[in-house]
């Protein structure tokens, strides 16, 4: 795809998040950790969202974009490999049902994030909240169904052992991220 590998995709999103995130904190930091707008009474370390309701919304907004645009491309190649055969295929319909509805609770997630960046905490708190929701959601759901593709070809491909580490590895990760929301 334009003449680059296909892993970079992951690689450059998890790049730009981290550097989106490690400037904002950096920048509050620097700034003597000054108690927000955004923070309750008790609060003394920043949430991300506190921060991005600051000067620093723009970053905030851009960083996030390009972070999830380029995350969920990453379905879109996987799925696009797939299909011309560089990746195990899809042995039956319901594995690239499975694909879709990956993709499609991505892009859903990838909005709630973009929305949450926009609407921030300190003037709209409810819608904030609700694009929190829709963006954890979006990407547990699509989570899980990339996981049940994974099961499924690994039943097909069972001599690509890949496939088995990689969805013992998604479920991980799901259950990981359910539990970060319950402890939120």
């Not at 998040?17 to 700034?31: D, G, H, P, Q, S």
């Not at 999830?68 to 295929?89: M, P, Q």
Request: hydrophobic share 55%; net charge positive; charged share 10%.
């Amino acid at each position: 795809m334009f003449g680059i590998s296909y892993w970079i995709l992951p690689l450059f999103a998890a790049c730009v998040w981290f550097a989106t995130l490690l400037a904002m904190l950096l920048v509050w930091v620097t700034e003597g950790s000054p108690h927000l707008p955004g923070f309750h009474t008790t609060q003394r370390i920043a949430y991300i969202s506190d921060i991005g309701a600051t000067n620093l919304k723009p970053l905030f907004i851009a960083g996030s974009a390009v972070t999830v645009v380029v995350f969920d491309l990453t379905f879109i190649s996987e799925r696009w490999l797939r299909h011309k055969g560089r990746l195990a295929h899809n042995t039956s319909r319901a594995q690239k049902i499975l694909t879709v509805f990956s993709i499609i609770f991505a892009i859903i997630g990838a909005l709630g994030l973009i929305l949450l960046t926009i609407f921030d905490t300190v003037h709209y708190p409810n819608v904030h909240d609700a694009m929190l929701v829709v963006f954890i959601a979006g990407y547990i759901i699509s989570a899980i169904f990339v996981c049940a593709e994974y099961q499924r070809l690994g039943i097909h491909f069972r001599q690509y052992r890949v496939l088995r580490a990689s969805f013992w590895i998604k479920l991980a990760f799901i259950f990981v991220e359910i539990a970060l929301v319950i402890g939120i």
